[in-house]
């Protein structure tokens, strides 16, 4: 009989060991996972200090991944965040936020009167593009030389950058000078 239950309880003992692992991970994992499921504010266009109040009295934090121009959200305010608003995410997580910086442009320099070459040259190195170029005619004026620009002089600008250039005088004006300039260099 005592061999018997030998047989009994090694199986016994092995079977509650098992069974005390598995309940023990289950309470482990269930203890994990219930913790607070935190809904995810939207951060953007808000400022660092009132983003940071906004996540800390959820249970959340922020990270400060870096900033990045953008024209429609002033400076030292929030453009993206790494978790879309309204997400659910457990308490303690970390959220990621990128700072703006402003417009990319502070004041556009003067080019009117200016080639476009020599301006493209000067707009260049302020990362600067011509988005929009208009050509007209002008009488006055010489054929490749800027009028116009928008945004004008030293104004505040953001990354749309247009001129208006000229293509001189009328093809008439043009023929007539040809010949006027022929006519003087063979006398």
Known sequence: MQTMSRWVKVPLYFFLVILFGIVSGYLTFTALTMSRT???PNLIGKGMVEGNDLLRSKGLYMRLEGDDY??????????????????????????????????????????????????????????IKINRVVYVRSETVPKGTILAQ?????????EQFSILVSLGGSEKSETAARTDRKKKEEQ
């Open 38 to 40: 935190i809904e995810v």
């Open 70 to 127: 953008d024209a429609t959200i002033p400076q030292g305010n929030i453009i993206r965040q790494d978790i879309p608003a309204g997400t659910g995410v457990k308490s303690g997580r970390e959220i990621r936020v990128v700072l703006s910086r402003g417009a990319r442009l502070a004041h556009v320099p003067d080019v009117v009167g200016q080639q476009v070459e020599q301006a493209e040259s000067q707009l260049q190195p302020r990362g």
């Open 150 to 158: 928008r945004p004008e002089p030293n104004e505040r600008g953001g």
